[in-house]
């Protein structure tokens, strides 16, 4: 038996094609077949079952044992970024998916990382929250930084949530807004204004809420382009909705171009913000080490609000 019969295995498994998993690898379709006869031969059991038109499918004792192949070279991964660990030098990848309020203050983590790691080659995205639980469930990305509340945590075991900051939604207008002066909002007052809304599963469901307890919310349109959004506030278009956490880096907020306002006379759902990974993927020293240089910075913005 040999390391690379189990790379064979597992890939064939996540693709479902003898085909596919040979490009993948850059090896011959001829070379994965036969390697993986070989082994079947040598526990004497057979790992898939090979069909026209379904591809290779794993019988049930493959499914097992294609399980105990990932878990083995998930050890072996560990084993030699341990050892890479003692060196002084840290390389490989980095991929990381963020949700839009929240990229700006990745900037000094990212930073902080890149310059005690120089060789690490670093991938960052902005995503909604749902489309990065999709990345880390098909191991596309390392770790994503989303919305966390308590309805997408349930039903989740395959994967791990770890809340940094908790905060509550706020109203963002503009400075020249008739309402920029105030320091508190009401539902009922938020009715009467043209909303801008952003096209996250939390923001829609805060918005959804809001229309249930209080009635019809004026939405001139949604989007996902936050900056759309901030030019449309800008402008008097209309007033939008974020958490208040995602305010602390944001330049026009900074400058005071856009006001931030609280919302009182609604009990808001509980929202935070934090990491989610996969359980099942490997927990790479990379992603180790940047999560220790994000939890630093996180500690000192929760420490300077």
């Given at each position: 038996?040999?390391?690379?019969?189990?790379?064979?295995?597992?890939?064939?498994?996540?693709?479902?094609?003898?085909?596919?998993?040979?490009?993948?690898?850059?090896?011959?379709?001829?070379?994965?077949?036969?390697?993986?006869?070989?082994?079947?031969?040598?526990?004497?059991?057979?790992?898939?079952?090979?069909?026209?038109?379904?591809?290779?499918?794993?019988?049930?004792?493959?499914?097992?044992?294609?399980?105990?192949?990932?878990?083995?070279?998930?050890?072996?991964?560990?084993?030699?970024?341990?050892?890479?660990?003692?060196?002084?030098?840290?390389?490989?990848?980095?991929?990381?998916?963020?949700?839009?309020?929240?990229?700006?203050?990745?900037?000094?983590?990212?930073?902080?990382?890149?310059?005690?790691?120089?060789?690490?080659?670093?991938?960052?995205?902005?995503?909604?929250?749902?489309?990065?639980?999709?990345?880390?469930?098909?191991?596309?990305?390392?770790?994503?930084?989303?919305?966390?509340?308590?309805?997408?945590i349930k039903k989740r075991?395959?994967?791990?949530?770890?809340?940094?900051?908790?905060?509550?939604?706020?109203?963002?207008?503009?400075k020249s807004s008739p309402?920029?002066?105030?320091?508190?909002?009401?539902?009922?007052?938020?009715?009467?204004q043209n909303v801008i809304?952003?096209?996250?599963?939390?923001?829609?469901?805060?918005?959804?809420?809001?229309?249930?307890?209080?009635?019809?919310?004026?939405?001139?349109?949604?989007?996902?382009?936050?900056?759309?959004?901030?030019?449309?506030?800008?402008?008097?278009?209309?007033?939008?909705?974020?958490?208040?956490?995602?305010?602390?880096?944001?330049?026009?907020?900074?400058?005071?171009?856009?006001?931030?306002?609280?919302?009182?006379?609604?009990?808001?759902?509980?929202?935070?913000?934090?990491?989610?990974?996969?359980?099942?993927?490997?927990?790479?020293?990379?992603?180790?080490?940047?999560?220790?240089?994000?939890?630093?910075?996180?500690?000192?913005?929760?420490?300077?609000?």
């Amino acid at each position: 038996m040999h390391i690379e019969q189990l790379e064979y295995i597992v890939k064939v498994a996540e693709t479902g094609s003898i085909s596919i998993a040979a490009e993948n690898l850059h090896v011959s379709q001829s070379g994965i077949s036969q390697s993986i006869t070989r082994l079947e031969d040598e526990l004497g059991v057979k790992i898939f079952k090979r069909h026209r038109r379904l591809g290779a499918v794993p019988t049930n004792e493959g499914k097992i044992l294609i399980k105990k192949a990932y878990e083995v070279l998930i050890r072996l991964q560990e084993f030699k970024e341990e050892a890479q660990s003692f060196n002084t030098v840290t390389s490989g990848n980095l991929k990381l998916s963020s949700i839009p309020g929240f990229m700006l203050f990745l900037l000094e983590p990212l930073a902080s990382f890149k310059n005690a790691f120089s060789n690490v080659n670093i991938e960052v995205s902005e995503k909604g929250t749902q489309h990065i639980i999709e990345l880390v469930e098909n191991n596309q990305i390392d770790i994503g930084l989303i919305t966390i509340y308590d309805d997408l945590i349930k039903k989740r075991e395959d994967l791990k949530f770890e809340v940094i900051l908790e905060g509550k939604m706020q109203v963002y207008v503009s400075k020249s807004s008739p309402i920029a002066a105030q320091k508190f909002i009401t539902p009922e007052q938020l009715m009467t204004q043209n909303v801008i809304l952003y096209n996250g599963d939390y923001v829609k469901r805060f918005a959804n809420d809001l229309i249930n307890k209080f009635g019809q919310m004026n939405i001139l349109f949604t989007t996902d382009n936050t900056e759309v959004i901030k030019k449309a506030i800008l402008e008097g278009l209309g007033i939008s909705f974020g958490p208040d956490f995602s305010n602390k880096y944001d330049p026009y907020v900074l400058s005071g171009e856009i006001v931030p306002i609280e919302i009182i006379d609604y009990e808001q759902e509980k929202i935070g913000v934090g990491w989610v990974r996969s359980e099942n993927n490997h927990f790479s020293i990379n992603t180790k080490k940047f999560l220790e240089h994000f939890n630093f910075h996180s500690r000192m913005l929760t420490y300077s609000s």
